[in-house]
C-alpha cells in the first residue's frame, strides 16, 4: 500500500490547539488532530507526518532529500511551503533533527546545476534560500506523485520569484492553493492563536487535500 509523506512546518505538525506548544516532542506523527492525521482516517493510508514546527523552507527541502531514498513510486509527497522570510526553528529542539542549510546545499550541488539561473528574481516575500528550496525539490520529486501547497497568503509563485520559466510550466499542475490555506481559512474563521488552523481548520485542509487527491488520481 502506498504511503503519504507530508512536509512543513507547525500547520502540518498540528499546530493550533490549546497549548499545543507544551506537547511538542510527544507525538512522533504529528498531532493527532492535525490535518495529515485527519488524511490518514480519510484515505485509510499510512501518513508520514513530517511537520516540524517554525520549520523553514530550507530545512523542509533538506527533509525531503534526506527521505527521497525512501520513497517509492507509488507513494504520494505533500509538501506545504512556509513563510519565505523564516530562516530557523525557534521553538528549542524540535522532534526530529533538523538538517542545516549547509547541509542542504552540499547535498543538493549537483542537482541544482542548470535549475538556478544566474537572472533569478528574487523581492522581500522571497529569500534565495527559499527559491533554492523549492526547485531544487521539484527536481528531486518530479518522477513522484507529488503537490506543493501554501499554509501563507503572501506566497505565491506569480509575484515571489520566477526560477525558470520552463520549470515552472511543467509543474503548474503540481500546485494547489497558491495563495495559501491561509486565506481560505481566515474567511471562515477558523484561524486560532497566531495564524494557526483550529480543529475545523485542520479537518478543512484535510477534506480539501483528499479532494485534491482524488482530481489528480493519486487515490
Same mark, same amino acid.
Given at each position: 500500500?502506498?504511503?503519504?509523506?507530508?512536509?512543513?512546518?507547525?500547520?502540518?505538525?498540528?499546530?493550533?490547539?490549546?497549548?499545543?506548544?507544551?506537547?511538542?516532542?510527544?507525538?512522533?506523527?504529528?498531532?493527532?488532530?492535525?490535518w495529515?492525521?485527519?488524511?490518514?482516517?480519510?484515505?485509510?493510508?499510512?501518513?508520514?507526518?513530517?511537520?516540524?514546527?517554525?520549520?523553514?523552507?530550507?530545512?523542509?527541502?533538506?527533509?525531503?532529500?534526506?527521505?527521497?531514498?525512501?520513497?517509492?513510486?507509488?507513494?504520494?509527497?505533500?509538501?506545504?511551503?512556509?513563510?519565505?522570510?523564516?530562516?530557523?526553528?525557534?521553538?528549542?529542539?524540535?522532534?526530529? /533533527?533538523?538538517?542545516?542549510? /549547509?547541509?542542504?546545499? =552540499?547535498?543538493?550541488?549537483?542537482?541544482?546545476?542548470?535549475?538556478?539561473?544566474?537572472n533569478?528574481?528574487?523581492?522581500?516575500?522571497?529569500?534565495?534560500?527559499?527559491?533554492?528550496?523549492?526547485?531544487?525539490?521539484? /527536481?528531486?520529486?518530479?518522477?513522484?506523485?507529488?503537490?506543493?501547497?501554501?499554509?501563507?497568503?503572501?506566497?505565491?509563485?506569480e509575484?515571489?520569484?520566477l526560477?525558470?520559466?520552463?520549470?515552472?510550466?511543467?509543474?503548474?499542475n503540481?500546485?494547489? =492553493?497558491?495563495?495559501?490555506?491561509?486565506?481560505?481559512?481566515?474567511?471562515?474563521?477558523?484561524?486560532?492563536?497566531?495564524?494557526?488552523?483550529?480543529?475545523?481548520?485542520?479537518?478543512?485542509?484535510?477534506?480539501?487535500?483528499?479532494?485534491?487527491?482524488?482530481?489528480?488520481?493519486?487515490?
Amino acid at each position: 500500500m502506498s504511503s503519504i509523506w507530508i512536509y512543513g512546518d507547525s500547520w502540518v505538525y498540528g499546530a493550533g490547539e490549546p497549548n499545543w506548544i507544551k506537547t511538542l516532542n510527544t507525538y512522533t506523527n504529528g498531532q493527532p488532530n492535525s490535518w495529515p492525521n485527519r488524511l490518514a482516517t480519510i484515505t485509510n493510508k499510512e501518513i508520514i507526518n513530517r511537520g516540524v514546527p517554525s520549520n523553514n523552507n530550507l530545512n523542509i527541502a533538506a527533509n525531503i532529500l534526506q527521505d527521497s531514498v525512501n520513497f517509492s513510486k507509488k507513494d504520494i509527497i505533500i509538501v506545504m511551503w512556509t513563510c519565505p522570510s523564516r530562516f530557523s526553528v525557534m521553538h528549542g529542539e524540535p522532534r526530529e /533533527s533538523t538538517p542545516d542549510s /549547509s547541509f542542504f546545499l =552540499y547535498k543538493t550541488c549537483n542537482i541544482m546545476t542548470g535549475i538556478i539561473p544566474h537572472n533569478i528574481y528574487t523581492n522581500s516575500n522571497m529569500d534565495i534560500n527559499t527559491a533554492i528550496a523549492m526547485s531544487s525539490t521539484l /527536481s528531486i520529486l518530479k518522477d513522484f506523485n507529488f503537490i506543493f501547497t501554501s499554509g501563507f497568503t503572501n506566497f505565491t509563485i506569480e509575484n515571489c520569484f520566477l526560477i525558470v520559466d520552463k520549470l515552472i510550466n511543467e509543474n503548474s499542475n503540481k500546485w494547489c =492553493y497558491r495563495q495559501g490555506f491561509q486565506k481560505v481559512l481566515h474567511t471562515q474563521k477558523l484561524i486560532r492563536d497566531c495564524g494557526h488552523p483550529n480543529i475545523k481548520g485542520h479537518q478543512l485542509i484535510a477534506f480539501l487535500m483528499y479532494k485534491e487527491l482524488i482530481k489528480r488520481n493519486f487515490i
